[in-house]
């Protein structure tokens, strides 16, 4: 998953059924002593002959650094539709009723909404007040509210902005946009501008591809490489000064993920966030993602928000809430977990104005 697969199954003869993130990573090294297959699912920018030769160069390279037999493989390439077609998320396929918005697929027609909307026992006020938003080729973007932790993050969208209790953000950062859904929910409900920052050049292009279809001002680029690598600052201190061995661990892979996308990135036309937009400007930053790389952010994130404004952050477990709050409690006030479906949760905090 860290060469930037996003989606990797790991098949043991133990059958051991494992169905949380968490749990799947805690297994890994065990199952890696087994005798396994492993499926690893890629988008269509990647290159996956040099895959392959990084699995080898990490993997099978012996002390001396030359090449040892690597384990049988196969590459395969696969359509979206046949993606849909062989089962994996063929529900998904249907729109979606989510917080104020109906989410669609580009092909979806007035039918199939109909028949979304006749599944849900809103009235017809409400049913007029549904904000469309059209979602393209997201599937692997997490796009249709699929997960709860978007579904949280769109619920935390509609009170913001529709119970107005205080000013509504303006501009919002959405770190991992991913589709782009959090960041066009904001603009649709009120935000003047989005702009997303992700490490997977297809979503990149998704997600602008989706502002243009919903007429949305949002762009989303790749992250500031400087900011992930973690360079020193003028007088030799650390800028990011996140302590502790396992820390650097996180930063490393992730720039490993990331130097992929800078060099991918050339082909794709896809540009790192300029300057001007990498700074501390915005109003709100929502990100939902998994909670070591959210652990990682937490300088940079901090940033990029305003004193006096906003975060959520999502992909987070029950059980993992305490130790993110801990930590982004250096950087924001008031960090607590603001809601909860089916064992996830949504963090949300204010920037303070002295770190
Ligand atoms: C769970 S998806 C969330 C997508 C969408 N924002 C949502 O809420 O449904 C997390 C996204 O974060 C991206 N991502 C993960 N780590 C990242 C990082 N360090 N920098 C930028 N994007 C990252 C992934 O590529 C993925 O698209």
């Not at 160069?57 to 196969?74: C, Q, R, V």
């Not at 973690?230 to 502790?244: A, F, H, L, M």
């Not at 109003?283 to 004193?307: E, Q, Y």
Request: hydrophobic share 35%; net charge negative.
């Amino acid at each position: 998953m860290e060469l930037g697969s996003f989606s990797t199954s790991i098949t043991t003869t133990k059958n051991k059924n494992l169905d949380r993130s968490d749990e799947i990573l805690e297994e890994i090294p065990h199952l890696l002593t087994a005798k396994c297959d492993v499926t690893a699912l890629f988008t269509s920018s990647f290159d996956l002959p040099s895959i392959v030769g990084m699995l080898q160069d990490t993997l099978y390279t012996d002390d001396e650094g030359n090449a040892l037999p690597m384990p049988g493989h196969t590459i395969e390439i696969k359509e979206e539709s046949q993606y849909l077609e062989d089962g994996v998320k063929k529900e998904m396929t249907k729109p979606v009723l989510c917080s104020s918005f109906l989410l669609k697929l580009p092909w979806h027609t007035d039918a199939h909404v109909k028949e979304a909307i006749s599944d849900t026992q809103l009235d017809e006020v409400k049913i007029h007040s549904l904000i469309p938003l059209t979602l393209e080729g997201g599937i692997a973007f997490g796009s249709m509210a699929e997960h709860p932790t978007t579904r949280l993050c769109l619920s935390f969208l509609h009170d913001l902005y529709l119970t107005k209790t205080k000013t509504s953000p303006q501009l919002i950062l959405d770190y991992g946009a991913g589709s782009g859904i959090l960041g066009l929910a904001a603009c649709k409900l009120g935000a003047k501008q989005a702009i997303g920052v992700e490490m997977d050049l297809d979503a990149i292009q998704i997600a602008n591809a989706n502002a243009k279809r919903n007429s949305c001002n949002m762009l989303t680029y790749l992250p500031n490489m400087d900011s992930i690598t973690n360079r020193p600052s003028d007088d030799g201190t650390n800028e990011n000064s996140i302590e502790g061995e396992h820390k650097k661990e996180d930063r490393e892979s992730l720039s490993v993920s990331m130097v992929g996308s800078v060099s991918r990135s050339k082909t794709f036309n896809v540009d790192e966030i300029p300057e001007n937009l990498n700074t501390q400007i915005y109003d709100l930053c929502m990100a939902n993602i998994l909670p070591k790389a959210l652990m990682t952010l937490a300088p940079i994130i901090a940033r990029m928000v305003k004193p006096g404004k906003e975060i959520a952050l999502s992909g987070i477990r029950d059980h993992q809430a305490q130790e993110i709050i801990d930590l982004y409690s250096e950087y924001f006030d008031d960090c607590k977990v603001n809601r909860e479906e089916e064992g996830w949760v949504l963090i949300s905090g204010i920037r303070k104005t002295d770190t």
